[in-house]
Nanobody
Framework: QVQLQESGGGLVQAGGSLTLACSAS????????VNWFRQTPAKEREFVAA????????ATADSLKDRFAVYRDNAKNTVNLQMDNLKPEDAAVYFC?????????????????WGKGTLVTVSS
């Protein structure tokens, strides 16, 4: 079992950047693929980005590829989501989750463990 914790959310102006971090407070990311999803009250949880446990495979939602990137920070043992040029429609609760299979467009119901989320607010 692994326990996940997201951090780095907050309020940012449109056009700004944020970096979210996902850490494993119990267990490690070894052998887990790490995925980022986001959710607003009006939408179902949607896929944002994923990285394989070896860090050599990546996936990002098509609509976000130009602005979002996922990477591992091995020194801090985190998986980070870099978000640039944020737009008001990016405002959501962002979750990290782990899976034991890697997919280019993973499904939320395929995740095994979830963090509690971190809120991102984007002001226009």
């Amino acid at each position: 079992q692994v326990q996940l914790q997201e951090s780095g959310g907050g309020l940012v102006q449109a056009g700004g950047s944020l970096t979210l971090a996902c850490s494993a407070s119990r267990g490690t990311f070894d052998n887990w693929h790490v995925n980022w999803f986001r959710q607003t009250p009006a939408k179902e949880r949607e896929f944002v980005a994923a990285i394989s446990w070896r860090g050599n495979r990546f996936a990002t939602a098509d609509s976000l590829k130009d602005r979002f990137a996922v990477y591992r920070d091995n020194a801090k043992n985190t998986v980070n989501l870099q978000m640039d040029n944020l737009k008001p429609e990016d405002a959501a609760v962002y979750f990290c989750a782990v899976s034991n299979t890697f997919a280019l467009v993973p499904r939320a119901d395929g995740m095994l463990y979830w963090g509690k989320g971190t809120l991102v607010t984007v002001s226009s």
